[in-house]
Structures are given as structure tokens and as C-alpha cells.
């Protein structure tokens, strides 16, 4: 072989690992990827719908949260953590008493990356036990830690009967101020958009989600302005049933 035609050969390579790499990447944490279980992003953009979406609670500044959406009636979709539920179960089913929905955000909040199939079963399943115990309700929505799908997952979802949410914009309200937190959702929100924000911190007991109740209060009523209707995850995408 000519050196020309190797190094051609070998840039041909380079270039396969580094699209598999992308592949890789988009699969495992792309908002739109299906690749490791059937997965949820946005509604329909036929409606001026959209869905408030809320992880790593409940938390004990998870009843402020209640109040804001309370005082303008709207309903949003809660991705608990089981840990946190066995930590916190009066506010988990307050959150559930409220009338909104409340989905699993796993047990402990893991990367499942590289992870075995067991472990992950282990911690989904955990949590929809937890959850039903507490709240009277088993979940079947189900949002993945740091938003990382893995190998197993599938199967695991298929099992527990679990369909993956992830977002259309994401807020990132553990590391902005407010300011920039509703600029993030207020621009990136559309007919359909599910908005991701966090009414705990992982695992911590006592979190700091100040930004986050700041966001919600100015959020909302923005929102509503602009003519959108709140609704859960379940009825957004599914609004016949
Ligand atoms: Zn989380």
C-alpha cells in the first residue's frame, strides 16, 4: 500500500471513531434520542400546551414551589428521587394531594453510564415501590439522572412500564441566577415545550433552591401572559386520554 492511500485510510478511521463518538454522546444524553429506551422531549406543537417539569425533590423547600404553582393554578410533573421520598414522604405526597404528577428520577440520582443492567433495574424499580407506598401512586414517567440513558435501560423501562422524559429547554437553575434562568426558558419555550427545573439538589437534605423559586414566581405568570396553558407531562403528550 502506498502512503498516500494509508494515510487516506487511516483519516477515513479517525473520522468513523470520532462519528461514533458523536453517536455515542447524542444517544446517551441527546434530548431527542430513543436509543436506550422509548424517550419523550416535547408535546405537540398543534397547542399553545407546554409542561413545568421539576427533579431531585421532594426537598423541604419543595412546599414553596406548591405555593406559586397553587396561587395560579397550575399543574406541573415532579421527578422525585426515591431516597429523597424516604426522606421527605409528607411532602412527596403532598406534591401528589396538589394534583400534580409525579414521575422517577431514579433512587439515589447515579450516572448510569457504564453501569450494569441490575443496577439500574434496582434503582427504578426501588423507587416506583417507594413512591406508590407514599404517594398511592406508581409512576410511569421516568427521568434519567443528569438526563445519561444506558445499555439495559430498555428493557428495564419495558418491565416497569416506564416512558423516558427528558426536556426541550432545561433551565441549568443550580448554577445561574434567575435572571438568566428565565431568559433560558422564556426563550426556548414553544408550543409543546416541557421546561426542566430542579425543586431539590441530588441527594442534599436542606437545599439552596432559591434561583428556582425566583424563576417559578416570575415564570409563570409570563407564561401564562404569553397564552400558554400549563399542564402535566401525561396529559401533554397524551391529551385524549
Ligand atoms: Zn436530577
Same mark, same amino acid.
Given at each position: 500500500m502506498?502512503?498516500?492511500?494509508r494515510?487516506?485510510?487511516?483519516?477515513?478511521?479517525?473520522?468513523?471513531?470520532?462519528a461514533?463518538?458523536?453517536?455515542?454522546?447524542?444517544?446517551?444524553?441527546?434530548?431527542?434520542?430513543?436509543?436506550?429506551?422509548?424517550?419523550?422531549?416535547?408535546? =405537540? +406543537?398543534?397547542r /399553545?400546551?407546554?409542561? &413545568? #417539569?421539576?427533579?431531585?425533590?421532594?426537598?423541604?423547600?419543595?412546599?414553596?414551589? !406548591?405555593k406559586?404553582?397553587n396561587?395560579?393554578?397550575?399543574?406541573?410533573?415532579?421527578?422525585?428521587?426515591?431516597?429523597?421520598?424516604?426522606?421527605?414522604?409528607?411532602?412527596?405526597?403532598?406534591?401528589?394531594?396538589?394534583?400534580?404528577?409525579?414521575?422517577?428520577?431514579?433512587?439515589?440520582?447515579?450516572?448510569?453510564?457504564?453501569?450494569?443492567?441490575?443496577?439500574?433495574?434496582?434503582?427504578?424499580?426501588?423507587?416506583?415501590e417507594?413512591?406508590?407506598?407514599?404517594?398511592?401512586?406508581?409512576?410511569?414517567?421516568?427521568?434519567?439522572p443528569?438526563g445519561?440513558?444506558?445499555?439495559?435501560? =430498555? +428493557?428495564?423501562? /419495558?418491565?416497569?412500564? &416506564? #416512558?423516558?422524559?427528558?426536556?426541550?429547554?432545561?433551565?441549568?437553575?443550580?448554577? !445561574?441566577k434567575?435572571?438568566?434562568?428565565v431568559?433560558?426558558?422564556?426563550?426556548?419555550?414553544?408550543?409543546?415545550a416541557?421546561l426542566c427545573?430542579?425543586?431539590?439538589?441530588?441527594?442534599?437534605?436542606?437545599?439552596?433552591?432559591?434561583?428556582?423559586?425566583?424563576?417559578?414566581?416570575?415564570?409563570?405568570?409570563?407564561?401564562?401572559?404569553?397564552g400558554?396553558?400549563?399542564?402535566?407531562?401525561?396529559?401533554?403528550i397524551?391529551?385524549?386520554?
Amino acid at each position: 500500500m502506498d502512503a498516500q492511500r494509508r494515510r487516506r485510510l487511516e483519516m477515513a478511521a479517525g473520522a468513523g471513531v470520532c462519528a461514533s463518538a458523536a453517536f455515542m454522546a447524542w444517544a446517551v444524553r441527546g434530548r431527542s434520542s430513543g436509543v436506550f429506551g422509548p424517550s419523550v422531549w416535547r408535546g =405537540s +406543537r398543534d397547542r /399553545r400546551a407546554i409542561a &413545568l #417539569t421539576f427533579d431531585d425533590g421532594p426537598s423541604e423547600q419543595t412546599p414553596e414551589i !406548591l405555593k406559586i404553582l397553587n396561587s395560579y393554578s397550575v399543574p406541573a410533573t415532579f421527578f422525585q428521587c426515591g431516597a429523597n421520598v424516604e426522606r421527605l414522604p409528607d411532602v412527596a405526597r403532598a406534591v401528589h394531594d396538589a394534583g400534580h404528577a409525579i414521575g422517577n428520577h431514579s433512587f439515589s440520582h447515579p450516572m448510569f453510564s457504564f453501569e450494569r443492567q441490575r443496577f439500574i433495574e434496582r434503582e427504578l424499580r426501588l423507587t416506583q415501590e417507594i413512591i406508590e407506598h407514599r404517594t398511592g401512586t406508581r409512576p410511569v414517567w421516568f427521568r434519567a439522572p443528569y438526563g445519561v440513558r444506558w445499555f439495559g435501560l =430498555s +428493557r428495564v423501562q /419495558r418491565r416497569l412500564r &416506564l #416512558t423516558g422524559v427528558t426536556w426541550t429547554v432545561i433551565g441549568y437553575d443550580w448554577k !445561574l441566577k434567575a435572571d438568566a434562568v428565565v431568559r433560558r426558558l422564556a426563550g426556548g419555550v414553544s408550543n409543546g415545550a416541557i421546561l426542566c427545573l430542579h425543586d431539590g439538589r441530588e441527594l442534599r437534605a436542606n437545599p439552596d433552591i432559591g434561583v428556582t423559586l425566583e424563576s417559578v414566581r416570575r415564570l409563570v405568570p409570563l407564561l401564562l401572559d404569553q397564552g400558554y396553558k400549563f399542564e402535566t407531562i401525561g396529559r401533554l403528550i397524551c391529551p385524549n386520554n
